[in-house]
């Protein structure tokens, strides 16, 4: 689901829905934010400092903020499968009040189908502007948004049927079933087992199944098969907004987030000496490498904002996770590195040339900033 749906958008009266609505949680609007501050201009004004400071710690950062050729993991790697994951953990906080009221599952599945339908239509927009409709060939049809909208959608739909234990069975089955598949489905002129670019099973079922335009001419990771690993870190992300909506002390709640999420970083380490460590791919030891890493960083943020109390510094991620959908977009039809140009350019240019790009990212940042406290402040919310 994008953004977040922490509150049912049906409507009700008043009293009901204070007495019922789960409560709103900072942590999960911060932890958005600080995931989709890395797309809004941090990522690339860390990732510009590097070799440029002499600090190795900067230099250290600024290549984590890269994606891997092929195999491997940086944490720009965890940045997508966070918000699969924060997705997820929304969806329980959005249906709860629902179903305590009995609306019909029908009605549900529908919702979560329009959203679908509406944020795969922005993710065509999103990645062929400018979008030629009469030129279906070279339309790319795998997209970010358009995933996020099917995860939420499979999420939903099992959220509503299964229990929590046998909805992780059932990421369980999708992660060895894939596994499986590409170790074991031979793979026209490669074989069964190949993992490289060119001879994957993933590249070869999206070259051969796929309509329009593939990101790599050759290759996907936002088409097809893909999709199936992708959709666990969403199903995942429900059985932990089960956990954060439950009457479960916070203790027991932080407990039950940290140690499974621990567990999930070993298993996907250790399964990944295997079955490689790969975005690219969504490879299952990368599908818990990076669930286990959420899972760990929305107990941190649970326990530091919402069970200590220490909040103040939340609000500037705040700001940006309560309308990330503006901030994913804003980004690909404003041009705000010209206008921070235009804006401060005039001071960035008595500093060293060396540092002029990472200042012109840092301006791009505050505007981005700006414009997302201006809705915040006018209670202008983007939600689909």
Known sequence: MLPDPQTDAAPSPVATETARKPPRL?????????????IAGGG?????????????????LGEQLTHPAWHGFTFYDFIFPLFLFLAGVSIPFSLRNSLERGVDKAVLYRKAL???????????LDKNVPLDLFDPAHIRFGTVLGRIGLAGFVATVLFLNFSTRQRLLSVAGILVAYYAALFLIPVPGYGAGDLSFEGNLVGWFDRTFM??????????????????PAMCLTIIGTV???????????????????????????????????????????SSSFILLTA????????????IIDVLGYRRWAFFFKVIGMNSIVVYLAYRFIDFDQTSQRLFGGLIKYTAEQWHDSLRALGSLALVWTMLYILYRTKIFVKI
Do not use: C
């Open 26 to 38: 900072l942590s999960i609007d911060a932890l958005r934010g600080f995931d989709m501050l890395l």
């Open 240 to 282: 932990a907004g089960e956990i954060l909506v439950s009457d479960k002390t916070d203790r027991t709640k932080l407990v039950t987030l940290i140690v499974p999420g621990l567990y999930a970083i070993a298993v996907g380490v250790l399964w990944g000496l295997h079955f490689p460590i790969n975005k690219h791919l969504w």
């Open 292 to 303: 286990g890493m959420a899972l760990n960083f929305l107990a941190l943020f649970y326990g």
């Open 211 to 228: 309509p329009g335009r593939l990101l790599q001419k050759t290759y996907d990771e936002l088409a097809l098969l893909t999709q199936f």
């Open 44 to 60: 690339t004004f860390i990732e510009l400092l590097k070799g440029k400071t002499g600090l190795a710690w900067v230099d250290w």
């Open 114 to 124: 329009r959203r679908w339908g509406i944020l795969f239509l922005l993710g065509i």
